[in-house]
C-alpha cells in the first residue's frame, strides 16, 4: 500500500485494552492512542468487549444472552477509550447501535460531517443484534462512512497460512484477495465481514496491533501486515 489513507477505520479487539492490571490498562490506552493521534488523518473505532466478555467461554448463557452483554460491553469499552482521548486533547463522537444516555445515536451522515471535522467517531453497540459479530459491524460502519480502508488491530500478525500457535513454521502471508480468503475460510476475521468488503471494494488490513507505530505505519501509507482486496 503506497496511497496515504484520508479515513480509516480501526476494529479495536476488546482484549487490546487490557493488561496485567485489568481489563482497563493505562499502558495500553497510551499505546494505542499514542500511536492512533501521530498521524493527522480522519478515524473511526469499531471496539469489542473480548476484555470484558467472552459469550463462547460463558456456558451458563446461551448465545443471544451473551451477545447482548457484549454490545453493552463495547459501550463501556468505547466510554473509557472516549475519556483517555478527550484527556489527550481530542475531540470524540459515540456513536451507539443500542440506545443509551450517554452516547449518540447511529447516523452515518452526521459521522461523515464530524470526522472530517476532525472528531474521531467510536461505534459501539455492534450492530444492535445478537448473533453478528463486531468485525460485520466493523466492515458495515467502513462502508457506511465510505473509509478508505479497514483495519483489524488485534495480536495477530495477519493472515498466515497454517495457525502459528499450533505450527511454528507457519508464515504470514502478505496479500490476499477477497475470494482467496473467502474459499479458504480463514479465520482472523469474519467471512461475512470479508463479503461486505468485496462488495464494497473496501481494502481490509490484519495486523498486530502491538507491533511498534503500527497504527502511524497504515495512516501514512505503509503495509504492515496481510492486505485483503
Not at 476494529?11 to 495500553?28: I, Q, T, W
Not at 447511529?106 to 464530524?114: E, G, Q
Not at 460485520?136 to 478508505?148: C, E, F, K, P
Not at 498466515?160 to 479465520?187: F, M, V, W
Request: glycine share 8%.
Amino acid at each position: 500500500m503506497s496511497d496515504r489513507p484520508t479515513r480509516i477505520l480501526l476494529k479495536l479487539s476488546g482484549e487490546a485494552l487490557k493488561g496485567e492490571d485489568g481489563p482497563f490498562s493505562p499502558v495500553s490506552f497510551e499505546r494505542i492512542c499514542d500511536d492512533l493521534l501521530s498521524v493527522p488523518i480522519e478515524w473511526a473505532i469499531v471496539v469489542g468487549a473480548g476484555n470484558l466478555i467472552r459469550g463462547a467461554k460463558s456456558p451458563w448463557l446461551d448465545r443471544v444472552e451473551a451477545d447482548t452483554m457484549g454490545m453493552l460491553a463495547t459501550v463501556l469499552n468505547a466510554l473509557a477509550l472516549k475519556a483517555y482521548l478527550s484527556h489527550r486533547g481530542r475531540r470524540v463522537v459515540i456513536q451507539s447501535a443500542i440506545d443509551t444516555q450517554l452516547t449518540d445515536t447511529f447516523s452515518p451522515d452526521r459521522a461523515k460531517t464530524v470526522l472530517s471535522e476532525g472528531t474521531v467517531v467510536i461505534f459501539a453497540g455492534g450492530t444492535g443484534s445478537p448473533w453478528v459479530t463486531t468485525d460485520t459491524a466493523a466492515a458495515l460502519r467502513a462502508v457506511s462512512i465510505d473509509a478508505d480502508l479497514l483495519v483489524k488491530g488485534s495480536d495477530v500478525a495477519g493472515v498466515y497460512d497454517r495457525d502459528p500457535a499450533l505450527d511454528a513454521s507457519a508464515s504470514r502471508i502478505a496479500a490476499l484477495t477477497y475470494d482467496e480468503y473467502l474459499e479458504k475460510e480463514y479465520g482472523v476475521m469474519d467471512l461475512t465481514a470479508v463479503a461486505i468488503c468485496r462488495a464494497s471494494g473496501l481494502p481490509i488490513e490484519v495486523f498486530d496491533l502491538r507491533s511498534p507505530n503500527a497504527l502511524a505505519s497504515i495512516g501514512a501509507g505503509k503495509q504492515v501486515g496481510t492486505r485483503i482486496e
